[in-house]
């Protein structure tokens, strides 16, 4: 894991070494029990206020908005909520019925609001994983880092886009593109369709849903069940070959319109440094 972000920003002829220690914000992460286990990290929450009140927003890269609220519907159009989050400062559209939770205690102690790809990407995100930190700035960090890895910012919905990054499993020829999605936090990796499976683990079985399966709602409501196997061989992912395991998850409605080998999540990361150069389209994984 990086304890100073060490930005290699080179060129083939003048190779230029610059440490930027970043202005790191903290984040926590949501801890829960799933299907009777340990608990595990649920979610990545990031500190805001809105309209001067103390609350949480989840990240989730999975998602291409700036702003989605988890109350009340819609947000009116004629109605502004001031929030501040990563440094930012912005009115979003708001109703009544979505800030419900500015007057209970702890801000109703769950996240209001779920925050994408859209609210960076006009600059880097970095995440510290283990120290549970982060920072965002304007600028374009890994831009001629030569160690970063490519990152494919694809739009298919009004407003931001997809974080997809380069994937290859043991033993395959060539490479796939992957959903790097922070929403996805206790999982490894993800496949939600048996082409994705199949780009993930080869010739792996599908499997069948058992006592240790997860049951939960997607995002549409829908009943969604994930089954975890171990990923013989692993992926390599960001240039770092990890071990992650994998989820073959039935039901959920996220269909891209671009083939994938699949989600990964925070667990397969573990406690290393992310950096998201959205304006370069790099990024880069601590070892």
Request: charged share 15%; aromatic share 6%.
């Amino acid at each position: 894991m990086l304890k100073t972000l060490l930005l290699l920003l080179a060129s083939a002829s003048a190779p230029v070494v610059q440490a930027v220690e970043p202005e790191w914000l903290p984040f926590h992460w949501g801890m829960g029990s799933v299907a009777g286990g340990p608990p595990e990290r649920l979610g990545l929450l990031l500190p805001v206020t809105v309209n001067g009140v103390a609350c949480t927003v989840q990240l989730d890269t999975g998602a291409n908005g700036e702003w989605n609220w988890r109350r009340g519907g819609p947000a009116a159009t004629d109605m502004r909520a001031e929030i501040a989050v990563a440094g930012q400062r912005r009115a979003i559209p708001a109703s009544a019925a979505n800030l419900v939770q500015l007057q209970q205690p702890d801000c109703g102690g769950a996240p209001i609001a779920i925050v994408g790809n859209a609210l960076f990407d006009m600059g880097s995100l970095t995440l510290d994983l283990g120290k549970s930190r982060y920072a965002w700035t304007p600028a374009a960090l890994l831009a001629g880092a030569r160690n970063a890895e490519p990152l494919l910012y694809l739009s298919w919905a009004e407003g931001g886009g997809h974080v997809m990054v380069e994937v290859t499993r043991a033993g395959a020829a060539g490479l796939s593109y992957a959903l790097l999605d922070t929403g996805a936090a206790r999982f490894g990796v993800v496949a939600t369709t048996a082409a994705e499976w199949r780009a993930l683990t080869g010739s792996a079985a599908l499997p069948v849903p058992d006592q240790t399966s997860m049951r939960f709602p997607g995002p549409n409501g829908e009943d969604v069940v994930c089954t975890e196997i171990a990923l013989a061989g692993g992926l390599e992912v960001g240039g770092k070959r990890l071990a992650p395991r994998a989820a073959y998850c039935s039901g959920h409605s996220f269909k891209a319109p671009v083939q994938l080998a699949g989600t990964v999540g925070m667990a397969a990361l573990g406690n290393r440094t992310v950096v998201l150069d959205y304006l370069s389209r790099r990024w880069m994984l601590s070892d």
